[in-house]
């Protein structure tokens, strides 16, 4: 049972790094002239970044589910928000939406199926 909290925490800990990247990208990214990319990449990156850190203070599934809504909010934006023609933007919104379902769906499996890690 230790070894599976432990694998809900890195799951965690890469779900913060995850939105830390998120919020900063608009800078690093070179898209924070562009309103929509840059204000969905704060506000999503700030969503993910509590999620993860009340998951890391006490594991509880639909934290993961939210993760796992706002990785699809991620996915779909560029479209949605209307900056898909925005390559930087659009393409940091797909890879970090990808990574985040990624770790989510990770860490749901892994709480439905305590016994696959035996």
Do not use: Y
């Amino acid at each position: 049972m230790a070894n599976l909290m432990e694998g809900k925490k890195a799951q965690d800990w890469i779900n913060l790094v995850l939105a830390i990247c998120l919020f900063i990208s608009p800078w690093i990214v070179g898209f924070v002239t562009e309103a929509n990319p840059a204000w969905n990449a704060w506000i999503s990156g700030i969503v993910l970044g509590a999620l993860a850190l009340a998951a890391l203070s006490a594991f509880a599934e639909w934290e993961e589910w939210l993760n796992l809504v706002v990785g699809l909010w991620l996915i779909v934006s560029p479209w949605l928000l209307g900056f898909a023609a925005s390559v930087n933007a659009m393409g940091t919104h797909v890879v970090l939406g990808v990574l985040v379902v990624a770790a989510s769906a990770w860490a749901v499996w892994d709480f439905r199926h305590p016994h696959a890690h035996a």
